[in-house]
């Protein structure tokens, strides 16, 4: 049975927020000492924009050290610096209450706090954080684009190409707005266009499909899609020789339900592939048996 304490009226306002800003010092500086808790990851999905995991994506945390958190003085720590050592350790509540501490005219503030949001699932608030990032900065690119993963997990796979072609159009040279563009075209079944907004961003940054998963959005689409997705990166990254990423993708199409063997063994994107010792030890290890005429093309060209 939980026991519910009850203050007296009489007591003055001043009591109050002593003991409120009580209750924020103990609970931030005990998310500090407890460090990150850990999340399901996913396959890829829509990336938030700028403001990852790492110290490096956030600037304004740079400087302070995370070597002894637990000594971290927080009333000496501006509130967005707070915020950002907060997301670095993955406490999303105490990064949300430090934020909100913090000037209510930045639009990068409201954007940062749509991430925390975001990563707990709540989406109808994140979207509120993202609109208010746009009401001071409309051209804010990145907050357009988180916009847009929010739609993107809301399903509504139309309204989330709208807001990444126009994060594309303000800032055209960002991997990750064109990966997340081709994956709303993988969730509408639109595969051509899908791959080609892949190609675009694997021309940017051949690393945008292999960050760390803790930085994308776990909203998952229907299994067909991850299965094309993953088939389609894996051709991606065969084509461009880049063997460990490549079998890395084929593997994920497989556990996802991926069985068309055939397929995989004519198509001349994985040509080069097939060739190499890394896919022999792939089709043994996921017992994959592959069709006589591959077979045999696999004996003329031994692999390397």
Not at 43 to 65: H, I, M, W
Not at 85 to 90: A, G, Y
Not at 243 to 253: D, N, P
Not at 287 to 297: C, L, P, R
């Amino acid at each position: 049975m939980r026991t519910i304490y009850r203050l007296p009226a009489a007591l003055p306002h001043s009591f109050f927020l002593l003991l409120s800003a009580a209750f924020v010092f103990v609970f931030v500086a005990r998310a500090i000492a407890e460090g990150p808790r850990d999340l399901p990851t996913a396959s890829p999905v829509p990336s938030y924009a700028s403001y990852g995991f790492g110290q490096q994506d956030y600037p304004s945390a740079q400087n302070v050290s995370l070597a002894s958190p637990a000594r971290l003085d927080i009333y000496s720590v501006p509130p967005e610096t707070l915020g950002d050592l907060m997301m670095i350790h993955q406490r999303y509540l105490a990064a949300i209450e430090a934020y909100q501490r913090a000037p209510h005219n930045s639009a990068v503030v409201w954007n940062k706090l749509g991430i925390a949001y975001q990563h707990m699932y709540a989406l109808d608030i994140a979207k509120l954080q993202y609109e208010k990032a746009l009401e001071i900065n409309p051209k804010y690119p990145e907050a357009i684009n988180n916009l847009g993963t929010v739609y993107y997990g809301e399903q509504n796979y139309h309204k989330a190409e709208k807001y990444y072609h126009k994060a594309i159009r303000l800032e055209p040279n960002c991997a990750s707005f064109y990966s997340n563009l081709g994956t709303a075209y993988f969730a509408d079944h639109n595969y051509k266009r899908g791959i080609a907004a892949y190609k675009k961003a694997f021309s940017i940054d051949p690393e945008v499909f292999i960050s760390d998963p803790l930085d994308r959005v776990a909203e998952m689409g229907p299994t067909e899609e991850q299965v094309a997705l993953n088939y389609a990166l894996a051709r991606l990254y065969a084509q461009a020789g880049m063997v460990e990423a490549s079998i890395q993708y084929l593997r994920m199409a497989y556990m996802d339900g991926f069985n068309d063997t055939r397929k995989l063994m004519e198509d001349q994107g994985f040509a080069a592939l097939r060739t190499t010792s890394q896919f022999r030890l792939f089709m043994t290890e996921e017992h994959i048996k592959g069709t006589d005429s591959a077979e045999q093309s696999l004996v003329k060209s031994p692999p390397r």
